[in-house]
């Protein structure tokens, strides 16, 4: 199948949380102006007529909440998550559910959109069941390692799209908290080196994005903490992480892991 345009790609398995995912990339598409790509991974020949049920009717879904988009649908054999991430190579984005088939509580992502979500070649958005925020700003986890940069710019990007504020949250290493009710020695110090730090982050994108406003913000709680509550009111989170793609291997940040398990809001998982 040929396709002009990098499609946003969203794996379905007939789970009210891959309806809501396929919802979310219908509108991210019809954002983004690039054709939606509905996927079922079906590994058992006999469930074949529910998958193609199952597409169809989400397809139908899909064009009925975002009309103006392309939107093709095909049904695979093949293991999900290997599926899903070989199809990032060549996709503008990825899109799973929170909770498919593998999820055993609310707390626990689905085996397959944890696997996707970190192993994946593109940005991957995990959404959670139920309904999803359309205002509100995009929030995004700034540190200074080499992979800040490209979840950086797609925050700014996301942002531009959705004419939403962009909410740059730094928070001080857990190595810099000190238990008790002492703070650390050279606090204010290392504060001022994160809010420069981050400061010339941010300044690397404003002057591509002008119209996306920035607040940034510099915590003192635990990362993974200071994300989610900053996370509360948002269209998207987004955080980079240290994954090299593929299933060779596998780096996974603990601050990318700590908030796609609690997150309130759709997360994008950004390779470095």
């Not at 944890?114 to 700003?137: E, I, K, N, Q, Y």
């Not at 238990?179 to 050279?186: F, L």
């Not at 989610?228 to 989170?237: D, F, I, S, V």
């Amino acid at each position: 199948m040929t396709r002009t345009k990098q499609s946003v790609v969203v794996g379905v398995d007939g789970s009210e949380s891959s309806l809501q995912a396929a919802l979310w990339a219908a509108a991210e598409a019809d954002r983004l102006s690039v054709p939606l790509h509905l996927i079922v991974i079906n590994n058992d020949p006999s469930r074949d007529p529910y998958a193609k049920k199952v597409v169809a009717d989400f397809s139908n879904r899909c064009r009925h909440a975002a009309g103006g988009i392309e939107i093709t649908e095909e049904v695979v054999y093949g293991h999900p998550a290997e599926e899903l991430v070989h199809r990032s190579a060549s996709a503008r984005l990825v899109v799973v559910g929170s909770r498919g088939q593998g999820a055993f509580r609310e707390t626990l992502l689905g085996s397959t959109s944890a696997a996707v979500a970190t192993h994946a070649s593109s940005p991957v958005v995990v959404v959670p069941g139920g309904g999803t925020a359309t205002s509100g700003p995009v929030v995004a986890g700034v540190d200074d390692s080499p992979g800040c940069r490209p979840a950086l710019q797609y925050a700014f990007d996301a942002a531009k799209h959705r004419h939403s504020e962009l909410v740059a949250v730094q928070a001080l290493p857990n190595a810099y908290f000190i238990p008790g009710p002492y703070e650390h020695p050279d606090r204010d110090e290392l504060l001022d080196l994160a809010q420069r730090g981050l400061a010339e982050q941010v300044s690397t994108f404003t002057g591509d994005y002008p119209e996306v406003a920035v607040r940034q913000v510099v915590s003192n709680i635990a990362p993974v903490q200071a994300l989610l509550e900053a996370a509360q009111h948002a269209q998207l989170l987004v955080v980079g992480h240290r994954g090299r793609g593929g299933f060779a291997g596998l780096l996974v940040g603990s601050v990318a892991r700590g908030v796609l398990h609690h997150a309130p809001c759709p997360v994008a998982v950004v390779p470095g």
